[in-house]
């Protein structure tokens, strides 16, 4: 019995060859290109990270060398270079000279005051700059940029006659409240939010028959979480180094870090180590901040720069 055979048609695929490696040889490996193409540090990369990041940590070693020393060791040419055995004598004297421990608690209460209330307000102001359509919006924007450019020493006097009326005089609410809102927290946050909340996601929730609280509640937080993250840090950092206004308005009974340092540089002469383990006190709360949530931090940046 015979079987004709078929020919195959002209059009056919022809069969795919064998891609399977050779025994013994794992796949070849090839580069990705475009979107997905992986960037590899080199030697010079790390060189140049190590040497930024120890310029970087210098002023907080020598902050901490010259305040293990004494007075005498740290006014020597050249000075020391490796920590002291006084650190800790040094720290208790600057704690218990200064007032060390009402001003970490006053500081606490101030930067987290400005620092939550800024983020609130700021977010609110930037959403509505962003995304609400209202008459006078660019001019009320231009207004607050403009802000921007008055120097806060022309203010003093006649903020620090208002606190004096308000019965506030060397109490802390003289210090929160001028400092509730800032306009570089307001443009910062409308210009994330112009860039990372879509328009139809506003619309969609006016759809539902939300009103604008409502939406900023279940929409744009979860938008502005990464920015709001770094508006927080910095405006508890910059709220907590602020040293003009304090010391303006507050007094050595009821200081802040900034205004309680001073105590220790009063005399006629100055012991340059206990300042140095008054700086090292007020500096440790932000680093063990930065410590805690600095992972939440950056992740919150890296989020916002993929959703941007």
């Known amino acids: 019995m015979t079987t004709d055979t078929v020919p195959p048609r002209a059009d056919a695929p022809e069969p795919a060859a064998d891609r399977t490696p050779p025994r013994g040889r794992g796949p070849r490996l090839s580069l990705r290109t475009g979107a997905g193409r992986q960037h590899h540090a080199g030697p010079l990369a790390y060189v140049l990270l190590i040497g930024a990041s120890l310029l970087s940590l210098f002023p907080l070693y020598w902050t901490m060398v010259a305040a293990s020393t004494d007075n005498t060791r740290v006014s020597q040419t050249p000075p020391p270079f490796l920590p002291g055995p006084n650190l800790l004598d040094n720290l208790a004297t600057a704690w218990e000279d200064a007032a060390m421990g009402k001003a970490l608690v006053n500081s606490t209460i101030v930067a987290g005051a400005i620092a939550l209330s800024t983020v609130l307000f700021a977010t609110l102001a930037g959403f509505a700059f962003a995304k609400l359509r209202f008459r006078g919006r660019n001019i009320l924007l231009m207004l607050v940029i403009g802000t921007m450019m008055i120097p806060p020493q ?19 609410p003289a210090v929160i409240f001028p400092t509730l809102v800032s306009a570089v927290g307001v443009f910062f946050m409308r210009q994330y939010l112009g860039e990372a909340l879509p328009d139809e996601l506003v619309e969609a929730g006016r759809v539902d028959g939300a009103h604008s609280l409502r939406i900023f509640w279940s ?25 003009f206004w ?14 309680a340092l001073t105590q220790l540089s009063a005399g006629y002469i100055r012991d340059q180590s206990v300042i140095m383990a008054g700086a090292l006190l007020g500096t440790l709360p932000l680093l063990a901040m930065f410590v805690v949530f600095g992972r939440q931090i950056v992740g919150g940046i890296m989020q916002g720069a993929v959703k941007g």
């Open 154 to 172: 022309l203010g003093v006097v006649p903020l620090f006659m208002m606190m004096t009326e308000l019965g506030w005089g060397q109490k802390l």
């Open 246 to 259: 304090p010391f303006i308005v507050l007094d050595m009974t009821n200081p802040t870090i900034p205004v």
């Open 219 to 243: 929409i744009v937080l979860p938008v502005a979480r990464p920015a709001m993250a770094v508006l927080f840090m910095i405006t508890f950092v910059h709220a907590w180094n602020d040293f």
